[in-house]
């Protein structure tokens, strides 16, 4: 399905999945719809699976905001406990649209919790209480953290997932990768297809060396090897250091949120020669400034001492402060303002999640769940970028029940292009 075809479908009102491959822009889209919902005033409530997906699109995550915390189980008592809370019935109150980015590591038993809290606040025992769900969501990248060993329990198996009525909008266009053998690779992946021409292509790429004007981003697999490699590389350097402090406001627990979830450090340490990684998207008059995931060097320090970028491009960037938010529709509850860099000497696989990357020295050498060869490999924008240090066959795995639920939900999707009816809310007219 098309983007124009997909945004026909939620501005109708179905409940919707929105999915598709790595660099299909999903993210894009959603953005875009959220940027519509705020601009008709439709009240958006805009969440994601976890923290660092949240900051992602300027929301919180669906725990924090539906009130159920870490709790695996919600008693009758602990909902009626949570209608009595005065900020959550104001926030419910306006809430006509819910939005969950990452659904595929949202565990199947809380988007039924979820479920039960809206019902219970909308006194509606519709799903979700008769609020439009759009989950957002690729299920071959990272699953649900399950403990003990145990199976993850994705999503889809929920007690509600039938009765939502969704409408599966599946994107087929390809926004990251701009070759054909890249394309190839990812896709076998996918289809659980993994040839010897395909093992070969990936394998073609061990031990290559960087060109001089080519510094990749390491990923790795645990955070021990990341955080070593940095705090080295950045002592190497024999320049003065530059610290950057955080800084935040509002309301001092979602403010912790922030800190913790976002990518940049509270601390930013930097000295000329690092090599950084912007983590955020900026955009000026339509055209992409930097996107998350891209790298390059401090060359020097401008304006208030702010740090001077040169992205492989040769382009310089002063990077001054951004923020990141948590708000509703009437005000900002939470902010954070840091520099949008990180060092990106190494970093981990599971934080790379929604990067572009030009370039990156990838270890999969010590690969040990579904899904991890292909988060790490689709973070390229080309098989030339990419630097193989090391494999293992639980890289090329991806979880066999997704790819029998994923040819499902392309059979949906084909079903839901013929299902496209004039883009109308009740409040807000027309969407074109």
């Known amino acids: 399905m098309k983007q124009k075809e997909a945004l026909a479908i939620l501005a109708a009102g179905h409940n919707v999945l929105l999915t598709g491959p790595a660099g299909s822009g999903k993210t894009f889209l959603l953005n875009q719809y959220i940027a519509h919902l705020k601009k008709e005033g439709i009240g958006a409530a805009i969440t994601a699976s976890t923290g660092i997906a949240a900051t992602h699109i300027g929301g919180r995550t669906i725990h924090s905001w539906a009130g159920i915390g870490i709790k695996d189980r919600l008693s009758p008592g602990d909902i009626r406990a949570l209608t009595k809370r005065a900020y959550l019935k104001k926030q419910f109150a306006k809430t006509e649209v819910l939005i969950i980015d990452e659904i595929s590591m949202l565990h199947a038993h809380r988007l039924d919790m979820v479920n039960k809290v809206c019902q219970a606040f909308k006194k509606n025992s519709l799903p979700f209480g008769g609020i439009q769900v759009v989950m957002s969501?690729?299920?071959?990248?990272?699953?649900?953290?399950?403990?003990?060993?145990?199976?993850?329990?994705?999503?889809?198996?929920?007690?509600?997932?039938?009765?939502?009525?969704?409408?599966v909008c599946y994107l087929d266009e390809q926004h990251r990768q701009n070759d054909k053998k890249m394309t190839r690779i990812l896709q076998s992946l996918r289809e659980n297809a993994v040839s010897p021409e395909i093992v070969g292509l990936l394998k073609g790429r061990m031990h290559q060396e960087p060109k001089a004007d080519v510094r990749p981003v390491r990923l790795f697999t645990h955070n021990v090897n990341v955080d070593s490699i940095n705090n080295a590389e950045l002592g190497k350097i024999d320049a003065?250091?530059?610290?950057?402090?955080?800084?935040g406001e509002g309301e001092k627990k979602l403010v912790e949120s922030l800190k913790k979830n976002c990518l940049v450090p509270e601390n930013l340490v930097l000295k000329k020669g690092a090599l950084v990684m912007f983590v955020k998207n900026k955009f000026k008059d339509e055209k992409v400034v930097y996107v998350n995931g891209t790298t390059g060097t401090v060359v020097g320090f401008g304006e208030d001492d702010f740090p001077i970028v040169r992205l492989n491009s040769g382009r310089d960037i002063l990077a001054v402060p951004e923020s990141w938010t948590i708000d509703n529709e009437e005000k900002i509850l939470a902010k954070i303002n840091q520099i949008p860099l990180r060092l990106a000497w190494a970093i981990t696989v599971h934080k790379s999640q929604g990067m572009t990357l030009e370039a990156a020295e990838i270890?999969?050498?010590?690969?040990?769940?579904?899904?991890?060869?292909?988060?790490?490999?689709?973070?390229?924008?080309?098989?030339?970028?990419?630097?193989?240090?090391?494999?293992?066959?639980?890289?090329?795995?991806?979880?066999?029940?997704?790819a029998a639920y994923d040819r499902?939900?392309?059979?949906?999707s084909e079903r839901a292009e013929g299902d496209i009816k004039p883009k109308i809310f009740k409040k807000q007219g027309s969407l074109v």
């Open 363 to 402: 270890d999969l050498s010590r690969s040990f769940g579904y899904g991890m060869g292909y988060v790490a490999l689709s973070r390229l924008t080309s098989l030339a970028g990419l630097y193989l240090a090391g494999i293992n066959d639980m890289a090329y795995k991806l979880d066999p029940r997704v």
């Open 408 to 412: 499902e939900l392309l059979l949906l």
């Open 137 to 167: 969501g690729d299920f071959f990248q990272l699953p649900p953290i399950s403990s003990g060993g145990e199976e993850a329990e994705f999503v889809y198996q929920a007690d509600v997932w039938p009765e939502m009525d969704l409408r």
């Open 240 to 247: 003065p250091e530059f610290n950057y402090r955080m800084t």
